[in-house]
Nanobody
Framework: VQLQASGGGLVQAGGSLRLSCAASGRTLSSYAMGWFRQAPGKEREFVASIAWSGGITDYADSVKGRFTISRDNAKNTVYLQVNSLRPEDTAVYYC???????????????WGQGTLVTVSS
């Protein structure tokens, strides 16, 4: 599976973006999907995940209520709607595909290249 993340950019605090993760080479419908982020000098951290069916989601406490993960298996794409952005949300955002909807990045099998989100104050 090849994953291509897009949709990042520079936005002011309070703004919104929609990140996309498009897959090729294999259907995403049998994979759980996750979004992670990595800020400069920090470890990669869990942001959100969604089950293969889309019926179960999980969010990090820091983004709960502001971010929404969704998927369109027909389009082989996963989304992350990010609202009410804060400067501390600045990071490279990565999508990943795995067998389980977990928070540990080590348990995901495939990764996209990342898309940069920069939030100015």
């Amino acid at each position: 599976v090849q994953l291509q993340a897009s949709g990042g950019g520079l936005v002011q605090a309070g703004g919104s973006l929609r990140l996309s993760c498009a897959a090729s080479g294999r259907t995403l419908s049998s994979y759980a999907m996750g979004w992670f982020r990595q800020a400069p000098g920090k470890e990669r951290e869990f942001v959100a995940s969604i089950a293969w069916s889309g019926g179960i989601t999980d969010y990090a406490d820091s983004v709960k209520g502001r971010f929404t993960i969704s998927r369109d298996n027909a389009k082989n794409t996963v989304y992350l709607q990010v609202n009410s952005l804060r400067p501390e949300d600045t990071a490279v955002y990565y999508c990943a595909a795995g067998r389980s909807r977990v928070r540990s990045p080590t348990l995901y099998d495939y990764w996209g290249q990342g898309t940069l989100v920069t939030v100015s104050s």
